[in-house]
């Protein structure tokens, strides 16, 4: 029976100590739950623009994982913080998808879906995908609103405008402008949004109206530097270059994409560096400086195959080719061409008018080597490319024109002309805005200094008058409670004597002095030691003290002499 009890004691034991263990797991699983959850928290009321890549891609590992063990709502914000990070990187693709999960999370939230909306306007704009985003912005215009809430709805609104405006409803472009414009007169602060002028402005550099296009981005430029928001300026500085480009400017174009390249090297945006050094071949060959142009497009070829991009990769590959045209480099010119070709039949979009070019070289390749078939067919590819772009930019320059057009069509330009106008105008209110905004936080700042500057002087003279107040009652309070024993130094005997006098003389009061002289005073100091003189002398200073009063005074003239001083006493 003992033997039993003792191993029912040991089994009891055993499982009270699995529970407090089990207890202490779960407590740090979580601790480490309620952790992360905040960081999420945290990171989604950041300025999109300064997440960190890393610390987004780390948390969002540790999350998705056991994204069984999370809300719905954090869920749908790691995916979104994920879009974010991706999307300053230029990684549109990956954003894409991300934005795609996070919507899939289903969040509970309003925000949650505004802003997985608008991220979602954001990339298809980017990507060209107007019809998509005609619709995605119609989605978040129709969701619940409220005042909290009013910056999603004028991001709706401008996406919406855009769409409206590249699928040529310039009505309907120009009545969500006019909304947005209200919305802003109504709330200031979303002047500022850069974002918003940034939709606006690459809206225009694709309807080819480069020049509302400039004004805008130069805007743009401009709020950035007064409101100090540089993490993604290597973006603004890469459209304005692309709109210097179409404006032929090519000095312009090649600063801007230099400083483009320069600031997505300094935050290590590979993308951006591509397309950037992508951007700064194609302007040297306009300024024909081949060799320059092939080491920026070699650079931009090796980043694009890096990061699996292969629309622009072949883009850069026909620029290759077309710089070995030009030096009549026929073997690189050849070997490119191959690899291009290999890259064409696996394209699912047509090549952009700028790069309609490498047909012509394909149809030059196939008839240098006698393939005839070939040739005609991508000679035949040329031509059919290069009329579609003569009858689009056609039909853009005739929009333009008030020549021979119906009313119906005059009202639609009209329309776009006040669109245009009413984008350049909200520019300029944001950099007037920004203008004030900046001087008022000067203001702001030098108010506060001075005031600081005040506090502090004000703090240090009554410093000094606390500590000089009380360094004179120190002095009165040891001049009360000074030793009977102690007697005033041969100097400060002399400052007595003067001061009294100078009192008597000046208040015509008696003053009574008397001088003590001990005679056998070196004898004394010659037999006895300097401990037993020291008595001497402070038995002599009490001795006399105790027979003065507080207004007498009482000092050393010399060794074994005395100086006594009477005041209103004969």
């Known amino acids: 029976m003992k033997k039993i009890s003792n191993f029912s004691k040991i089994i009891l034991i055993y499982a009270l100590l699995t529970m407090s263990f089990s207890v202490i797991s779960t407590e740090r699983t979580l601790s480490q739950k309620d952790r992360l959850i905040d960081q999420v928290e945290l990171l989604f009321t950041k300025d999109d623009e300064k997440l960190n890549y890393d610390e987004v891609l780390t948390l969002s590992n540790k999350i998705i994982i056991q994204r069984e063990e999370y809300p719905n709502e954090i869920i749908a914000k790691t995916y979104l913080l994920l879009s974010h990070v991706t999307s300053n990187k230029g990684e549109l693709e990956t954003a894409y998808q991300f934005v795609q999960d996070g919507l899939a999370a289903r969040p509970g939230q309003k925000q949650v879906k505004w802003c997985l909306q608008i991220k979602l306007a954001s990339i298809l704009s980017a990507k060209k995908r107007y019809k998509q985003l005609l619709s995605t912005a119609q989605q978040a215009i129709e969701m619940p609103q409220d005042k909290e809430n009013i910056r999603y709805l004028l991001f709706a609104l401008s996406y919406r405008s855009v769409a409206y405006a590249m699928l040529n409803q310039y009505e309907n472009a120009l009545n969500d402008l006019q909304k947005v ?12 949004h850069i974002a918003l002028l940034t939709i606006l402005a690459n809206t225009y550099y694709h309807l080819t109206d480069y020049q509302t296009a400039l004004t805008m981005n130069l805007k743009i430029l401009q709020l950035r530097f007064r409101l100090k928001k540089l993490d993604n300026v290597e973006q603004t500085y890469y459209h304005l270059a692309n709109t210097y480009y179409r404006l032929n400017r090519f000095n312009d174009a090649y600063n801007a994409f230099w400083e483009s390249k320069r600031y ?15 951007g700064l071949g194609l302007t040297l060959i306009k300024q024909k400086q081949l060799t320059n142009a092939k080491a920026e497009l070699e650079q931009a070829k090796r980043l694009f195959y890096y990061n699996n991009l292969s629309a622009p990769y072949l883009e850069t590959i026909v620029s290759l080719a077309l710089i070995s045209n030009l030096t009549n480099d026929k073997h690189t010119e050849f070997s ?34 006698n393939q005839i078939n070939e040739a005609y067919f991508w000679q035949k590819k040329y031509s059919t490319s290069l009329l579609k772009s003569k009858k689009a930019f056609k039909s853009n320059t005739s929009q333009t024109t008030k020549h021979t057009i119906k009313s119906a069509k005059s009202a639609n330009i009209l329309a776009s002309a006040k669109t245009r106008d009413l984008a350049v105008k909200i520019a300029e209110q944001s950099a007037s805005a920004a203008t004030y905004s900046a001087k008022n936080d000067q203001q702001k700042n030098l108010i506060f200094i001075l005031s600081t500057l005040a506090f502090l002087l004000l703090c240090s003279v009554i410093f000094l008058w606390l500590k000089d107040r009380a360094k004179k009652f120190q002095k009165a309070h040891d ?45 004394l100091t010659f037999q006895f030691n300097k401990k037993i003189v020291n008595e001497v002398t402070r038995e002599i200073a009490s001795v006399i003290n105790k027979h003065i009063n507080e207004f007498e005074s009482l000092g050393l003239v010399n060794e074994g002499e005395y100086l006594l001083i009477f005041p209103h006493q004969r």
């Open 181 to 192: 414009e209200s919305i802003i007169k109504e709330n200031p602060l979303f002047a500022e």
């Open 479 to 523: 001049a009360i409670e000074k030793p009977s024993d102690v007697i005033a130094t041969p100097v400060q005997t002399k400052e007595l004597y003067e001061q009294n006098f100078n009192m008597a003389r000046k208040y015509s009061y008696p003053l009574t002095l008397s001088y003590i002289s001990i005679s056998n005073w070196q004898e």
């Open 336 to 369: 490119l061409l191959q690899e291009a070709e290999d890259l064409t039949s696996n394209l699912t979009n047509e090549l952009s008018d700028d790069y309609i070019i490498l047909y012509q070289l394909l149809a030059e390749y196939f008839i240098d080597k």
């Open 264 to 278: 997505a090297k300094n935050k290590s945006s590979k993308i951006h560096m591509a397309y950037a050094s992508q």
